[in-house]
């Protein structure tokens, strides 16, 4: 659908909750694995040390650009070049997990999650500005709020920056 929907809206919400419910699970399960946790990824550390405004740059960019080619494109115009809607959907998955591994092998399953979340909602609403806003709240939330948070607390990895 090329205008925003209520359908749409409502869905985003659902997705944006049950996207990031998931975070605090997937950071234990990294941290009983032993492994560095999302926070202390390097990548992390080397994004949030950037001016907010190269932050907020990049949540506009990665949730409307990963939307149109991960969603948009990749499900609704690849069901139709592949002739199959579950094929282009397996496909449109493993791209964007693939595309995050510079976040770290640790930090796929929460990508996976996120990823398998925003699918329905696109599926099931067809309403790509939904999964745009989604994305976005969701980058801002990981790359602005939770950063600021935690310099707030004296814990972040961006402290005193």
Not at 86 to 101: E, K, M, R, T, W
Request: charged share 10%; aromatic share 8%; glycine share 10%.
């Amino acid at each position: 659908m090329l205008l925003p929907t209520w359908h749409g809206a409502i869905g985003a919400g659902v997705a944006v909750v049950m996207t990031l419910a998931a975070w605090p699970l997937a950071q234990r399960l990294q941290t009983r694995a032993g492994a560095t946790s999302t926070l202390q990824s390097d990548a992390f550390r080397e994004i949030v040390a950037q001016p907010l405004s190269y932050r907020l740059f990049l949540v506009v960019t990665a949730a409307v650009t990963e939307e149109i080619l991960y969603r948009g494109f990749a499900i609704g115009v690849g069901g139709q070049i592949l002739g199959s809607a579950p094929a282009a959907i397996a496909l449109s998955l493993v791209a964007f997990v693939g595309a995050h591994y510079r976040w770290g092998i640790t930090h796929m399953a929460s990508v996976l999650w996120a990823a398998i979340v925003l699918t329905v909602l696109f599926v099931s609403t067809r309403d790509l500005w939904a999964c745009i806003a989604s994305h976005g709240v969701i980058d801002l939330i990981g790359l602005v709020v939770a950063p600021a948070m935690l310099r707030r607390r004296g814990s972040g990895s961006d402290r005193g920056r």
